[in-house]
């Protein structure tokens, strides 16, 4: 939802720039699609994490939102 809003906001601070219903239901699907991509590799990691490490579930659910949706050297996907 962060870069969803940045987005808009980005998009939307030029007045000279229409922005159609297309493009934001496009942007819609292109986010949903990147937190079921987070979801599916959050699952991962705690499966195996679970195993092999002896932090908290809290601790590790802490890193991973973290690395994926706070650090700024993160690519498209939100992996660093």
Do not use: F
């Not at 932090?55 to 690395?67: I, L």
Request: charged share 35%; net charge negative; aromatic share 8%.
């Amino acid at each position: 939802m962060q870069e969803l809003h940045e987005w808009a906001v980005n998009k939307w601070s030029d007045p000279s720039r229409l922005i159609s219903l297309y493009e934001v239901v496009n942007k819609i699907g292109e986010m949903l699609e990147k937190d079921k991509q987070h979801i599916i590799t959050a699952y991962k990691q705690g499966c195996s994490d679970s195993i092999l490490d002896e932090s908290t579930d809290e601790e590790r659910a802490e890193e991973y939102y973290k690395e994926t949706y706070t650090n700024p050297d993160r690519d498209k996907n939100g992996r660093i």
